[in-house]
């Protein structure tokens, strides 16, 4: 189900490539915007459909996955309200590289790459943020690269428990708790591991008291000792 949205212009500020539009800009991209809405469990694309559409999550949340050559499913992602994906697929139209499916009742706002060529062909000085938003995406992918090859397997799943805590997290009197259901086959394919070895590491985590896990809940007891672990095994503060 799809349909126009009257706030569009705010949830551009939430995309690297249109932070820093104009407002009258930011109107105009706007307008171009679409509503639409997905159940739980509804895949949103399959890896391999076409793309071509800018997705901007402004309710729910949504599980990015990839089947590996086994048939298996791993884990990449798990995006909410203000993540966005599929922004690549703006400046080439490659397929899919990945599959996404909602998780609970999830609204976004789509942006089809006609609309954001055209607009780039009426505003030539927007060309110049989209290379320098591309520069750091690619940084940012080198930084992943990086934390499988030179970081240990404990400071790759902290690394990962704060950064699902900074998007999905809650204050609670205890700490900040990830408003996500987990299980530790989900950070194991996340962190590029064994459940075998998550598991010790959420031991090891959890006797230091530095993470509870209540099922598949978890919260972030001490986050600077989680950061001191990152540094320590050669990795920047995130």
Known sequence: MRDR????PEALQLVPFFN???PEEANTLAQRLILRRFNNGQIIFHHGDP????????KGKVK??????????????????GDYFG?????????????????????????????????IEDNPDFALHVLHTLAKH??????????????????????????????????????VQIQISLTQTDLAEMTGAT??????????????????????????????ELQNLIQISGGAIY
């Open 5 to 8: 949205s009257y706030a569009a």
């Open 87 to 119: 922004e690549l697929a703006l400046l080439d139209d490659s397929p899919r590289s990945a599959t996404a499916e909602a998780i609970g009742y999830t609204e976004t706002l789509t942006l089809h790459r006609e609309d954001f060529m055209r607009f």
């Open 195 to 224: 459940r075998v070895s998550i598991n010790k590491a959420l031991g090891r985590f959890r006797r230091a008291g530095w993470v509870k896990v209540s099922g598949r809940k978890f919260t972030i007891l001490n986050e600077e």
């Open 64 to 81: 990015i996955t990839h089947s590996t050559p086994d048939g298996q499913e791993a884990m990449l992602a798990i995006m909410g309200k």
């Open 51 to 58: 793309g071509g559409l800018l997705y901007i999550i402004t």
């Open 20 to 22: 820093k539009l104009r």
């Open 138 to 175: 690619i940084r940012r992918l080198n930084s992943q690269l990086s934390d499988i090859f030179f970081l240990d397997l404990p400071a790759r799943l902290a690394r990962q428990l704060l950064q699902l805590a900074e998007r999905h997290g809650v204050e609670t009197d205890e700490g």
